[in-house]
Structures are given as structure tokens and as C-alpha cells.
């Protein structure tokens, strides 16, 4: 029995040297990178992020090639985005609203009307600021190389143009998976639904929803404008994205390949920035042509005072983000 035991030891590292022989002999495996992504072909992030996956794998000559899956095929949003810390996807372009129940941080860039503008929103992202929400972002597995646009989201229904916070009142609103959203209908007097975004749709042609909030490009691709006859300018929100690297695929990186793919998401977001702006207009004219009543909002400032106890209540649980809402506020 002994005999047997030591031989066929013996056998099986006599075959695993060859093995690892064989293996130093073949060219270095290449990395093949799954990344998630909720939109559709065509759409700027959908076309940005096609761009980064040619560009690593050009750029790295082949040692990371990537493939970029469309529609949220790979799982809704909450979902990727713990398959992306686990290490199960290797990248993907998160938005931060569903962010917020994972890295408590990011809830800050949920808080309705934090940014003035978009200008804002980038001159926060793009500095020091935006570094700390990389580094909250690492700590929870995901390496943020770059931020996306997002625009200013806006609140459309089925039923009647919103000018004032009192015609919110009733209605059945689809939010992100995030409580704070839910705490913003409230305060506006309506019903909060957290839904996947793949599910709005039949939602709002069966009457589960009287409407949803999002920004021109996402209201169009989803065909939510289909359906849904008023488009509302509260522009409430402007949540910035990530192009997000897992961070197990992140650290079995070579310096020189870390550095490479960091270039190439740069490139990604600026390319994704500059289409943002012309797809907006696009997006725009598209759902005017089908017949969207659009109308301004005149008095924001009605919707602002009514988020007092949004910030209240979130201040409260989360005193320690109190300074970051200052810088933000103050980087204005
Ligand atoms: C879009 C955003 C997506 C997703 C979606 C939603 O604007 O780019 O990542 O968050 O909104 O409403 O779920």
C-alpha cells in the first residue's frame, strides 16, 4: 500500500514538471475580460466602453482582450455590480445611484440637487474630490479608472405635465435601488417604486407605474417616450458613472498593463462625454418628433426646499459625510 502511495506520488509530479514545462514553452494565456453594461448598441456609454475593449486589447497586444455585453444580459444592476467586487465580471460601467447600499459614500452624488450643473458635477469628479470616492469605491473591490456622464435626471409620466411638487402627488414613480430615492418621491408627495430598470417599460404600459425619471438618452433607448406622454424638467439628479475594473482583475495586472488600461479608460470617458452632448440633442428631437410634451419647470427652488429633510434625515445617520456634502457644495 505504501509502495503504491510513493509511486504513483512519484508519477504525478513526474507529470505535473512536464505540464509546467509545457506551460512555460506556450505563449503567456491571454485575459479574456467580461464587461457588464445596461444599454444598448449605439448608446455613448454602449460606445465608449466598445472602444476600451478594443483599445486594451490592441494596446496590451492581446495579454487582455475584453468583450463588452450589451442590455444588462448579464444581470440587472445591483446584481453586476456584486459579481464586479467578486471578481465574477472584470469591468463595467456603473451609475452611482444603485452604488449608494454598497459604498455609503457615493449616496452623497444621490442627494437630489447636489450639483448646480453638469460643469459642477465634472469639476468635483474630475479633482481630489473625485479621488476619494475612487478610493471609498476601492475598498469595496472595484477600481474606478474613469467617470461617465449621466446628465440631469428628470421626472415623466403618463398622466400630466409636473410644474409644481403638488402634481407628483399620487403618482407611481419607478426609482434606482436606493432608499434615498425613495425618500425624494415621498417628499414630493408620490409613490416610490424601486424596480430594475429592464422592467420599467412593461410597468408603465400596464398601468404598475404612472412614470420614472431618467435623462434624455436613457428615456429614448428604453422606449419609456413610447409610452409615456410628459417629460418634466425638474433635472433633480446628476449622478456621474464609472467604468469600474474588479479589482482581483485589477491586481493580476503587470504595471505596464495597469497603466495601459487606465489610458484607455480616460480616452473612453472623454469620448463618452463629448457623445453624451450630441446624443442629448438627439435623444431629445426623437422623443419631440413622437410627440413628448416637454415643459420647463419654473420654480425649482419648490422642489429644492422640499429635499430639507432628504438631507435632514440623511445628515442624521450618516454625520461623517456632513463635510463631504460642504466640499461639494462649496467646489460650486
Ligand atoms: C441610466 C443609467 C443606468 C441606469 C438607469 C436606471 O441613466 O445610465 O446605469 O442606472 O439610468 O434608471 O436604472
Known sequence: MQTKTIKSGALLSASTITASMMLFAAPVQAEDWRGWNIHPPGYPNTVALEAF??????????????????????????????????????????????MGP???????????????????MHRVMDGEIGERFADALAEQNLIALSWFDSGARSLYNTEKPIKTPADVE????????????VDMIESLGGNATPMAYGEVYQSLTTGVLDGAENNYPSFESSNHYEVVGYYSLTEHLIIPECLCIAKS?????????????????????????????????????????????INEVEDKAEFQELMQPVYDDFIAENPELESLIEDIRSAS
Open 53 to 98: 475593449a478594443e483599445a486594451i486589447e490592441e494596446d496590451t497586444e492581446g495579454r487582455v482582450t475584453a468583450r463588452v455585453y450589451n442590455n444588462a444580459v448579464l444581470g440587472d444592476q445591483p446584481d453586476a455590480i456584486e459579481q464586479t467586487r467578486s471578481g465574477a465580471l472584470n469591468f463595467a460601467n456603473f451609475n452611482m445611484g444603485p
Open 102 to 120: 454598497i459604498v455609503k459614500e457615493t449616496n452623497v452624488l444621490s442627494l437630489p440637487f447636489i450639483f448646480d450643473d453638469v460643469d459642477h
Open 170 to 181: 399620487g403618482l407611481k414613480i419607478r426609482v434606482m435601488n436606493n432608499d434615498l430615492y
Open 249 to 293: 482583475s485589477w491586481e493580476a495586472l503587470s504595471e505596464e498593463d495597469q497603466e495601459i488600461i487606465e489610458a484607455a479608460a480616460i480616452e473612453a470617458s472623454e469620448m463618452q462625454r463629448q457623445l453624451w452632448v450630441e446624443s442629448s440633442e438627439e435623444s431629445k428631437q426623437k422623443v419631440l418628433d413622437a410627440g413628448v410634451e
